[in-house]
């Protein structure tokens, strides 16, 4: 799991140096692939809040406020892991052939549009019970 979450970090980062702002790839790299988290998190509590517990307690500015923590932690320790160690991650996928870098390239879009697209599929189902 860890080398897959390394590689969607070296294919975020390494499509973020082809765009005009490549001195800030880095933290580019490390927001797309926070926000991703997030969302991925966001879609397990919803799908738990509404099937498994009601939770009725919690006001919208409050869960506002949780889900802020929740991301600057994620961004946080995204920041931390990956500084350490993306020389290494570059040297392990500097070298894919074409064939990989098309896949990965299209793997990473399925799961950026994925976790993006199954928050919203899942609020509207759930808006709908």
Known sequence: MRKAYQYLFYKLYSYMLRTPNRRNAFDGAIALLS?????LFMDVFVIYVKVVSD???ITDNTLLVIWLIIALFIYL?????????????????????????????IIVLIVGIGSVGSLIAIGLLLNNL
């Open 35 to 39: 926000l991703i988290v997030l969302f």
């Open 55 to 57: 939770v009725k307690f």
């Open 77 to 105: 320790f995204n920041t931390i892991y990956f500084k350490k160690r993306i020389a290494q991650i570059k040297e392990e996928h500097d070298m894919e052939s074409n064939i990989q870098k098309w896949i990965g390239r």
